[in-house]
Structures are given as C-alpha cells and as structure tokens.
C-alpha cells in the first residue's frame, strides 16, 4: 500500500480524478467545522443530513460512510471521528488510522484520499500528526499470508493507495521517510515470529539475519556449535543438545556512532520452536510455541531499523538460537551445566530453557563489548501472562535510570511496560543444594521474578533491563494497529528511547 502526502491548499475534492473514498476527520463538536462546507455545498448538506439521521458525534475512532454527492468524483464519504483536541496524541492518531484502514477495505475502495485540517487543542502539529496517522494506516496493513495458495477475493485487503491532505505536506513526507525504515523493522520481526519452525530454525534464522542485514551495513558474526563449546558456552548449548539442528549465536554490530563510543546492547533468546524438552509442554496450544523466538524477532527488527535510518549509535545485538527437543541426547531434569561465567547450573526443569539461553549471550556481551547497558527480550515465563495479561510487558532492572527510560518510551509509542520487584528474598529461591543457581524456583509463586533474578546473575554490575515479552510479543486477536499473531512489539519501543537518549 503507497501512503503520499498533498498540500491541503492546493488539494480538489472536485477534481475529475477524484476516485474511491474520500474521508474527512472531525471534531467532536456540536456543529461541523467551518472547512467542511469549502468542499462543496451539497456535499455539505449531505454531511449534515446524514449526521443528524445517525448516531455519528465525532467521538474518537467513530465512523460514518455514506454515498458521496454528485458534485464530487469520489463513490464514498467516510466521517471518521477524532474526539476532543485534547486526547489527541501520537497514538490516537496510529489507532485511528488503523480503524480507518479496515474501514476502506471492508468498502472495497482502491483509493482514498483524507484531508487532514487538524484539531483545535491537539498536542501535535499538523505534520506530526498526519505523520502518526499514516503511521498507524501502515502498521494495520501487515499481513502475513505467504502460505496461503487459495484464499478468496472479499478477503483480501483492496486499497493501494491512500493520499493524505495536509498543510506543510513536504514536513510530513519528511517524517514519515524517518518512520518507513522503522516500520520496516516492526514487519520484518513480525514476519520472522510468524513464519513455522520448519522454515526459521536455527541454521536457516542465523543465514537470513545475515542475508537481510549485512546489504544494510549491519556487521554479523555467526558461531556454531564448536565455536561455542570452545568457548564454554555450556548453558546455551544444552538447550539445543535435543535437536538435530545446530544451535547458533548471531553478534550484530551497527556502528552508527563514533568510533571510541561506547555500545549499547539488546540481547535476544531464540527458541525457534520450543517443546519443552524432556519437561514436554501439553499438545494443547504446542504449535504456539513456534513464537517463542520473539525476543530475538525484535532484537533483528530493531537491527534494521536501526540500519536503514542510519541512527547515530554504536549497537551490539546478539540473539542465541536453539531448537529445544526431546531426543536421546536431550538435557535430563537433574543435569548440571557450566555456563560462559563459569558459573554451575541445576537444571530442573528443561522447559524453563531461554534463560540458559540467555546466560550465556549476556555474559559473553558484557564480558567482551563492555556495553553502557543490556537490554533482553524473551518470551521467557507463562507467569507474566498471569500477572500482567496480554497487553503488557514485564521490566526488570538493575538500574533506575535505565527504566525510566524505558518506560517513558513504552509511553510514547504505546508499548506497555510495568515494572515488577526484583530483590535478595526472591533470589534466594534459585540458590540450589548442589549448583551455584537452579534454573527454576523453589516455590510456586513469582516464576517471572525468579526467571529474572536467574539473569540477573550473568550481567555482573552492567546497567541491565530484562523485558518478558510472552504476553505481547504475539496478539490472540486483532487490534487497531495490530495482526493477530506477531505483533512486533518493541521495535518502536527500543528505537524511540535510542534516538530520544543515545544519539549523537
């Protein structure tokens, strides 16, 4: 789908070429604003007509379409509502571009054009916020559908192009240009957590990061399995032991920034398909677990984006990629494992594995790039859908300053985030009778905390975040600006609080 941008001066709603839709954004107010009627007089009647026959106030994210007026070229005239000034954001302007979208599709349009003339008490521009706005019609026009040899024509989406009119038109296309790179990102981890765990395994992941990203100035660096027992990495390793695929780890380097700044680092467990080992998990909802490499989907996402807006930044990303299977090699509950930190592992249950991923990717990045920070991102715990639901994700830190900042980006791009306790009561619970830590607790309560104060162990002093994405990394319904199936979250997230506090 091709998002543009017009000059709202200079736009014709009664232009001959006019075709599909026309949409027109509105205030809730008593009375239609006064650039309404500019358009043409019986289509304002009409307008009018049709709003005093319905329930239509313009209350945000309402919708009206009616037959357009002969005096316009277009077929439809869509009235979609904006509420008040002041609850307009970046991210009310996203959902109602995304509620707009699903409007022109189920119309059956192929062209739309929107006039943007703004709302008096919006916290943005004019620019800004047609940018959001397309933003949000692009993030709802994902679809994963690569595999589908036969669907039927009512479902597919029909609009190709959508022009929006707005004033300082060349600023927004400037905008959005600094968006697309970004948006790229969120639809390429959404396309890696949704592909099968016959197709992203661990060999085939590692080569189309480095396929994908390398074109881009993305530096990537692969380690097999000898590499990794050469250096120690038995943690990693024992996750994988099960498989008949080769586990892998994947360092990319973005160096974006000057040469002797420091890193920053995101870290990613990729268990690209996850049957618990010999714990095996219930048939029940097992082929979900294909998704359970979406901490590393979004580490790879936040790569390109990062890579194809040239952000000014020094990065280093690395993503451990296992397959945990339960053959005659696979770990036993009981094994005890030495990670990269030397530190020794009992393993006690083979299903709680991408944190003995984890370990040994976050040791291995703050013991040889010295990073100003670690963030990881992991589909790590079922706890966390019970404590937080599907529509937040899980902080744990070791620093307040960085969680603050992160929080302050989950804000602005309207990717949730809470942060939970983390403290020496709860890490006693992993200390086990025969190893230096166990891989699960010794209670039943706070398995996402326990999961945490696990990690926490491999980071040293480094300023360390921990997301448990399990609850949103994949959507179980559709949403305004989100498929179901993989959401992308944290690419957005991640990107914003980098170019808000990282950038030179």
Same mark, same amino acid.
Request: charged share 25%; hydrophobic share 40%.
């Given at each position: 789908?091709?998002?543009? %941008? ?25 009375? *239609? ?20 026959? @319905?329930? %239509? ?29 002041? =609850? ?78 707005? =004033? +300082? ?24 957590? +949704? ?8 060999? +085939? ?31 990693? *390793? ?5 498989? /008949? ?33 010999? @714990? ?35 990065? /280093? ?69 019970? &404590? ?7 902080? %744990? ?5 960085? @969680? ?34 166990? +891989?699960?607790? @010794? ?18 002093? /480094? ?8 609850? /949103?990394?994949?959507?179980?319904? &559709? ?26």
């Amino acid at each position: 789908m091709e998002i543009s %941008f017009a000059q709202l001066a200079r736009f014709k709603p009664t232009a001959k070429t006019a075709r599909g839709a026309l949409v027109l954004l509105l205030p809730e107010a008593k009375t *239609l604003p006064k650039w309404a009627s500019d358009i043409d007089s019986d289509a304002y009647g009409k307008i009018k007509k049709a709003i005093a026959g @319905s329930r %239509f106030e313009g209350k945000k994210k309402q919708i009206l379409t009616i037959l357009a007026p002969e005096g316009l070229q277009y077929e439809q005239l869509v009235l979609v509502g904006v509420g008040k000034g002041k =609850e307009l954001g970046a991210n009310c302007h996203e959902h109602i571009g995304g509620k707009l979208l699903g409007e022109l599709n189920s119309l059956g349009v192929k062209q739309a054009s929107i006039l943007y003339h703004g709302t008096k008490g919006c916290k943005l521009d004019e620019a800004e916020a047609a940018m959001h706005l397309a933003t949000g019609l692009q993030l709802k026009s994902y679809r994963f559908d690569k595999y589908k040899t036969k669907e039927k024509d009512s479902d597919k989406p029909t609009v190709e192009s959508i022009t929006i009119a707005v =004033e +300082n038109s060349r600023e927004a296309t400037e905008l959005f240009k600094t968006q697309a790179g970004v948006l790229d990102g969120v639809f390429f981890t959404r396309d890696l957590v +949704n592909e099968p765990g016959n197709v992203i395994e661990p060999e +085939n992941y590692a080569k189309l990061i480095d396929k994908t990203l390398s074109p881009l100035g993305v530096k990537i660096e692969i380690l097999g399995e000898k590499e990794m027992a050469k250096m120690g990495c038995g943690s990693l *390793l024992s996750v994988g032991q099960g498989s /008949v695929k080769e586990s892998k780890m994947v360092i990319m380097k973005w160096e974006g920034g000057k040469k002797k700044d420091q890193p920053i680092s995101f870290i990613g467990k990729g268990v690209t398909f996850d049957t618990g080992g010999i @714990s095996i998990k219930p048939s029940a909802g097992m082929g979900d677990m294909k998704m359970d490499m979406g901490g590393s989907g979004t580490v790879v996402g936040l790569m390109m984006a990062l890579a194809k807006r040239k952000a000014k930044v020094n990065v /280093v990303s690395i993503v451990g990629l296992v397959e945990n299977m339960p053959d005659g090699n696979a770990s036993r509950p009981g094994d005890v494992v030495t990670s990269l930190s030397g530190q020794t592992i009992e393993v006690l249950n083979t299903d709680a594995e991408g944190r003995l991923v984890l370990a040994d990717c976050l040791w291995h990045c703050q013991d040889k790039y010295k990073p100003k920070f670690m963030v990881d991102l992991a589909t790590l715990t079922g706890a966390i859908l019970v &404590a937080l639901g599907e529509t937040t994700g899980g902080l %744990f830190s070791n620093d307040d300053k960085l @969680s603050e900042k992160l929080l302050e980006a989950s804000k602005t791009t309207d990717e949730k985030l809470w942060r939970l306790p983390m403290g020496p009561e709860y890490d006693e619970l992993i200390n086990s009778p025969i190893a230096d830590v166990q +891989n699960i607790s @010794s209670g039943r309560w706070g398995g996402s905390i326990t999961a945490a104060q696990f990690l926490k162990r491999f980071v040293n002093d /480094v300023p360390w975040a921990h997301l448990d994405i399990a609850g /949103v990394a994949t959507a179980s319904k &559709a949403s305004d600006i989100t498929p179901k199936g993989a959401s992308g979250f944290g690419v957005r997230l991640l990107n914003e609080m980098i170019l808000k506090h990282y950038e030179g």
